[in-house]
């Protein structure tokens, strides 16, 4: 008996929370359509300010004589090539940041003693061949040191890449060869063959500098992309420095007078990019 009672409650209960999840949704809805009406009405009215401001601008510049807008236009240009020179220099900023970090990377890992400088001085007609750095004898800069630079690998990892040699010296700043000048002279292996020769005198091709390579013995193979390095024969110049690789072109590689090899090496470091170098001095007791 009390299941039969209790039975039409539950009905009614049940009949009544669907009725009021009905009046939800529909309330739900009006307030969106009348949301939606609502906007639509009053597009118009909430947009007057803006179109009224929009107009009294244009009203306003209307009204500016043309020395004026010229004035403010000299100004506008004046502030974009402040913003693009500081634009410059932050990103100049950034390149020296992390050209730095690798240099002392290098310098941390490597076991030689090096001294860090800064290219102060160089002359565009000698751009590749010769520049001027900010230490010296004070230093322990001695003529004949090998100058390097950092070198990022395809794998993000770092190695050294030698640039040139140091010529003349004074007590707070030092004159480098570099590898493409024509009185630069050193001597490189390829350690694929173990052919040793003489680097000296360069040429620029496209984007790339270039360094003659000669005296290879000429019965052993040569192949485009051989690698080339220091063949630390001298104290000055430590062994297996990064020079570059054999040049890819057809005719880099060729006998002379049939007594020797010659070839054309790539260098490795780019000159155009680089404003610090590390002068190696020794090697680290």
């Known amino acids: ?30 307030r969106r359509a009348t949301g939606r009406i ?55 900023l950034r390149d020296e940041n992390r050209e730095l970090r690798r240099l002392l990377a290098l310098r941390e890992r ?18 590749d061949s010769r520049f001027t750095i900010d230490k010296g004898t004070d230093s322990g800069v001695r003529t004949g040191n090998l100058v390097v630079t950092a070198l990022a ?15 003349f010296v004074s007590r707070r700043s030092a004159e480098v060869i570099t590898l493409a000048s024509n009185g630069s002279s050193l001597s490189v292996k390829l350690p694929a063959n173990g052919a040793c020769g003489l680097l000296g005198g360069g040429f620029r091709r496209g984007n790339y500098l270039y360094a003659r390579l000669q005296y290879l013995p000429r019965d052993l193979d040569y192949l485009p992309g051989m690698a080339a ?9 430590p062994g297996n ?20 090899a010659t070839a054309e090496v790539m260098l490795a470091a780019d000159l155009n990019r680089i404003r610090f170098v590390m002068v190696v001095t020794g090697e680290k007791q």
């Open 1 to 30: 008996m009390a299941n039969s009672v209790n039975k039409p409650w539950i009905n009614v209960l049940l009949a009544v929370i669907l009725i009021l999840l009905l009046v939800l949704l529909l309330i739900q809805s009006a």
């Open 38 to 92: 609502a906007a639509d009405f009053f597009y118009p009215f909430l947009t007057l300010p803006v179109q009224a401001e929009r107009h009294l601008a244009g009203q306003a510049v209307l009204l500016r004589s043309r020395s004026e807008l010229a004035g403010a236009l000299d100004r506008a240009e004046r502030l974009n090539a402040r913003q693009a020179t500081e634009l410059t220099s932050l990103s100049m």
């Open 110 to 127: 490597s076991r030689y003693d090096a001294v860090f400088a800064e290219i102060i001085l160089r002359d565009p007609a000698e751009w």
């Open 153 to 167: 690998r395809d794998d993000g990892t770092l190695t050294t890449a030698a640039i040139g040699r140091i010529g």
């Open 229 to 237: 390095v220091t063949s630390g024969m001298s104290e000055e110049t």
């Open 241 to 260: 420095i990064m020079i570059g690789k054999l040049a890819t072109e057809a005719t880099g590689i060729k006998l002379k007078d049939n007594l020797y």
